[in-house]
Nanobody, 121 residues
Framework: QVQLVESGGGMVQAGGSLRLSCAAS????????KAWFRQAPGKEREFVAA????????YYEEPVKGRFTISRDNDKNTVSLQMNSLKPEDTAVYYC??????????????WGQGTQVTVSS
């Protein structure tokens, strides 16, 4: 059974930081491209950041550039999202995802259950 399990969500004041982590199990995802998506209340799910299998290439949606950093540890089969300078508009459920291949082409094939991030003003 494929599983992606997020952790690290919570509530923080504007300007604060949170670090999300995602652990993969049930299948070897160490070589898969991974990404984070988010969905705010009443809005569509949107892409946040992605990273290829080696960690050498990363992608970020414009609103989070310079504030969020995606990273991975293939030995531990984890991917993380460091979120700094958080804003109320970052409030959303954040989802960890994995692609079937090593390069991120914009498609997530496996999804975690999500973790809530709430940023208060």
């Amino acid at each position: 059974q494929v599983q992606l399990v997020e952790s690290g969500g919570g509530m923080v004041q504007a300007g604060g930081s949170l670090r999300l982590s995602c652990a993969a199990s049930g299948r070897t995802f160490s070589m898969a491209a991974k990404a984070w998506f988010r969905q705010a209340p009443g809005k569509e799910r949107e892409f946040v950041a992605a990273i290829n299998w080696s960690g050498s290439t990363t992608y970020y949606e414009e609103p989070v550039k310079g504030r969020f950093t995606i990273s991975r540890d293939n030995d531990k089969n984890t991917v993380s999202l460091q979120m700094n300078s958080l804003k109320p508009e970052d409030t959303a459920v954040y989802y960890c995802t994995a692609a079937s291949g090593t390069t991120w082409y914009g498609r997530a094939d496996y999804w975690g259950q999500g973790t809530q991030v709430t940023v208060s003003s």
